[in-house]
């Protein structure tokens, strides 16, 4: 067995993304057909975070809060938007680069300009089929791809990037994206410096469409009965901002939506072999008495619940990620000789919560000032939390999406027709009963939490005085419209609505 040491004394850090992934898409968080076994482990051995969330669930801001640690308003990112700049040198890598740690990612990224570092050392990009920069440059695996002799045929399956079609993928298996990244990522921990401690980033594309499992995994949910979609009382008057959601799944039929959900379902224990396939190669390499693994997703999808598909909202499918944390096998002696494995944390924590965790573990300096708060004291003490409330904001001003919750109660809050969403999460956590009308007094205390946050804002078009400011009163989403916007990013965008 090979020597895992390094001059610093420091664990390694294995952080693992995945892209659209919800959190309760795994055995360990009680679904009862999906197959993860390997993530499970990771639970079994850790904490898993039960109200994780994206602050912001789409891929752009998301993932700038990973590397930030800062939320979207204080970001200048709020919704996609393609050419956004990190604003901030104090990264996630580069914090632990400070630290000692040799840095390293595998896979998606989605920074801009997309070949900038923001502080890793090495970069090994799969980024879905986007071109990079003005020169429309090929991505790492579309590169390897064609040193294999499939120069352009990545795309070959013919689906685009955000429908919810389903084709087994079409070149030999060991070529699949997710295959990549997991092989890239052993090799990255094979041929890391052994005097220096290991961040890698392994960031998975999938389960995110284009929906292309391979056979092998689509065959493990053959005849499997696919759970139904959650479906509120309130899926009758969506909101103007949810046609969009609505339109992915418009027109299809019963089977292709159970389809889709078998592909997802492939895609994710596909991802989940792969990650043990890094455990073995961490095994191999002597790592694994000194690495912490986090597990996590920049958000979830809807997959079907209330009719929406993708992401982008503040229903729990979208926006409830999985979070498990997981030390070292022969533990850290920062979490006590009492510690104890397999436990849940039901505090509410979030991506921008990511940064200062992982450099608390490395043991480098935290930026000042940031929103998120290091997890490590909730590792130790599962009875601990960082925050009384979680605020979630996407979308453009005057057109938002906006919740709050702790963890108890769910307000959601939509800026262009006022409408609003209540839920009480512990007696109803698939979000089915909508309590505005029949909770009065808790609606206005929500509001009222809303409208606090919000008027700490130097100046947010959505406070008026003490009230929510409505941008169209009035108005009302129409049944079975498909929105432009829509046709646009699932069919004529070359890079699609990430």
């Known amino acids: 067995m090979m020597n895992a040491s390094n001059k610093e004394g420091k664990p390694n850090i294995i952080f693992i993304t995945c892209d659209h992934l919800r959190a309760d898409l795994l055995g360990c968080a009680g679904h009862p057909v999906i197959q993860t076994p390997h993530i499970d482990k990771l639970a079994e051995n850790g904490v898993r975070f039960t109200q994780a969330y994206s602050p912001t669930p789409v891929c752009i801001p998301a993932r700038a809060s990973i590397m930030t640690g800062l939320e979207g308003d204080r970001l200048g990112i709020k919704e996609y938007r393609a050419g956004f700049e990190l604003p901030v040198q104090e990264t996630l890598p580069q914090q632990l680069r400070d630290a000692g740690y040799q840095t390293k990612v595998v896979g998606k990224m989605h920074v801009y300009p997309e070949r900038k570092h923001y502080g890793f050392e090495e970069m090994l990009l799969c980024e879905e089929g986007r071109l990079l920069g003005d020169n429309?440059?090929?991505d790492d695996y579309e590169l390897w791809l064609a040193?294999?002799?499939?120069?352009?045929?990545?795309?070959?399956?013919?689906?685009?990037?955000?429908?919810?079609?389903?084709?087994?993928?079409?070149?030999?298996?060991?070529?699949h994206p997710t295959e990549w990244i997991g092989e890239q990522s052993c090799k990255q921990i094979k041929r890391r410096d052994w005097t220096r401690p290991l961040f890698l980033w392994t960031s998975f594309t999938a389960p995110h469409p284009p929906l292309t499992p391979l056979m092998n995994d689509l065959y493990v949910y053959e005849g499997e009965e696919i759970p139904e979609s959650a479906m509120g009382d309130w899926v009758e008057e969506h909101p103007i901002y949810h046609q969009l959601s609505l339109a992915f799944g418009k027109g299809k039929t019963k089977h292709q939506k159970e389809l889709a959900k078998r592909a997802f379902y492939a895609s994710v224990t596909h991802i989940d072999r792969q990650i043990n396939r890094i455990i073995g190669?961490?095994?191999?390499?002597?790592?694994?008495?000194?690495?912490?693994?986090?597990?996590?997703?920049?958000?979830?999808d809807n997959l079907g619940d209330h009719n929406l598909w993708a992401k982008s909202t503040f229903l729990k499918g979208s926006?409830?990620?999985?979070?498990?944390?997981?030390?070292?096998?022969?533990?850290?002696?920062?979490?006590?000789t009492n510690w104890k494995a397999e436990s849940t944390n039901q505090s509410m924590v979030g991506l921008q919560d990511i940064l200062p965790t992982l450099v608390e573990i490395g043991g480098g300096v935290t930026p000042e000032g940031i929103d998120g708060r290091s997890l490590l004291p909730l590792v130790k003490d599962t009875s601990q939390s960082v925050r009384e409330m979680m605020l979630g904001e996407f979308g453009r001003d005057s057109h938002r999406t906006l919740m709050v919750t702790d963890g108890d109660w769910k307000y959601i809050w939509y800026e262009t027709d006022g409408y609003e969403?209540?839920?009480?999460?512990?007696?109803?956590?698939?979000?089915?009963?909508?309590?505005?009308?029949?909770?009065?007094?808790?609606?206005?205390?929500?509001?009222?939490?809303?409208?606090?946050?919000?008027?700490l804002r130097e100046q947010d078009p959505a406070v008026?005085?003490?009230?929510?400011?409505?941008?169209?009163?009035?108005?009302?989403?129409?049944?079975n419209k498909r929105p432009r916007i829509n046709s646009f990013m699932a069919y004529e965008s070359p890079v699609g609505h990430h």
């Open 319 to 336: 926006c409830n990620i999985p979070l498990i944390i997981t030390p070292p096998y022969q533990g850290d002696e920062r979490l006590g």
């Open 464 to 479: 008026e005085g003490e009230e929510l400011k409505v941008t169209f009163p009035g108005s009302k989403a129409e049944k």
């Open 147 to 175: 040193e294999q002799g499939y120069s352009g045929k990545a795309f070959g399956h013919g689906l685009s990037m955000n429908e919810y079609a389903v084709s087994p993928w079409h070149l030999p298996d060991h070529l």
């Open 421 to 455: 969403l209540l839920f009480n999460m512990k007696e109803d956590p698939n979000e089915r009963k909508n309590l505005v009308k029949k909770k009065p007094e808790k609606r206005i205390e929500y509001r009222q939490k809303l409208i606090s946050i919000l008027a």
């Open 136 to 138: 429309k440059r090929l």
């Open 281 to 300: 190669t961490l095994s191999e390499e002597g790592m694994l008495d000194n690495t912490w693994i986090v597990f996590t997703a920049d958000h979830g």
